[in-house]
């Protein structure tokens, strides 16, 4: 069973700062599979990033996601005000996981 | 824009059946993946399954034995069953879409529209 790990859990960081979010698979993954989400308290799940490095329409190109390996990154070039959420990532299988989530909060 | 919205009951007893329904607008239920996802109070998100139009299913391993997912194409929404719930199954519930997606010729399937949630407690 594979396994996300994210780290780290909380990120404290000012606006304007740079944010790097880690999700590491237990084991060999598609790196297609893997998508970021972003969850603001009391809402649903954003899609962020699909297929490790490519945004949705409408998704701010501050937001980007690459992949080396069983290692995924999550980048935030410039944190605005409204950045501050809780991201996740996730890799489709057989069974969808998700990682644990890292929080990035306002320092 | 493709929408969907959860309902059903906000409260069941333990041992009983949770079932909530997502009804899909702006877009047909006949294509795609349609997804259950929970997410525990103060916790992270859990798959708990996925239906395609045929019927077909895909149930995570660990809620397989509880869970069973339907869906009904002429109303254009699908359906959530846990059976024998406990306290541990209280989480807000999301319906969500999946669709394969197209990266560099590869698939890259991944969640674009999801609901917006329901909080369903197990108590008595």
């Known amino acids: 069973e594979i396994v996300l790990t994210q780290s780290p859990a909380t990120l404290s960081l000012s606006p304007g700062e740079r944010a790097t979010l880690s999700c590491r698979a237990s084991?060999?993954?598609?790196?297609?599979?893997l998508a970021w989400y972003q969850q603001k308290p009391g809402q649903a799940p954003r899609l962020l990033i699909y297929g490790a490095s490519s945004r949705p329409t409408g998704i701010p190109d501050r937001f980007s996601g690459s992949a080396s390996g069983t290692d995924f990154t999550l980048t935030i070039s410039r944190l605005e005000p409204e950045d501050f959420a809780v991201y996740y990532c996730?890799?489709?299988?057989?069974?969808?996981?998700f990682g644990g989530g890292t929080k990035v909060e306002i320092k | 824009q493709v929408q969907l919205q959860e309902s059903g009951p906000g409260l069941v007893k333990p041992s009983e059946t949770l079932s909530l329904t997502c009804a899909v607008s702006?877009?047909?239920?006949?294509?795609?993946?349609w997804n259950w996802i929970r997410q525990a109070p103060g916790k992270g998100l859990e798959w708990i399954g996925d239906i395609y139009n045929s019927g077909s299913t895909n149930y995570n391993p660990s809620l397989k034995s509880r869970v069973t997912i339907s869906v009904d194409t002429s109303k254009n929404h699908f359906s959530l069953n846990l059976n024998s719930v406990t306290a541990a199954d209280t989480a807000v519930y999301y319906c969500?879409?999946?669709?394969?997606?197209?990266?560099?010729?590869?698939?890259?399937?991944?969640?674009?529209?999801w609901g917006q949630g329901i909080l369903v407690t197990v108590s008595s």
């Open positions: 702006g877009g047909s239920i006949t294509s795609y993946y």
């Open positions: 084991q060999s993954v598609v790196s297609t599979y």
């Open positions: 969500a879409r999946r669709v394969p997606g197209y990266c560099g010729g590869a698939n890259c399937p991944h969640f674009d529209y």
């Open positions: 996730q890799q489709y299988g057989n069974s969808p996981i």
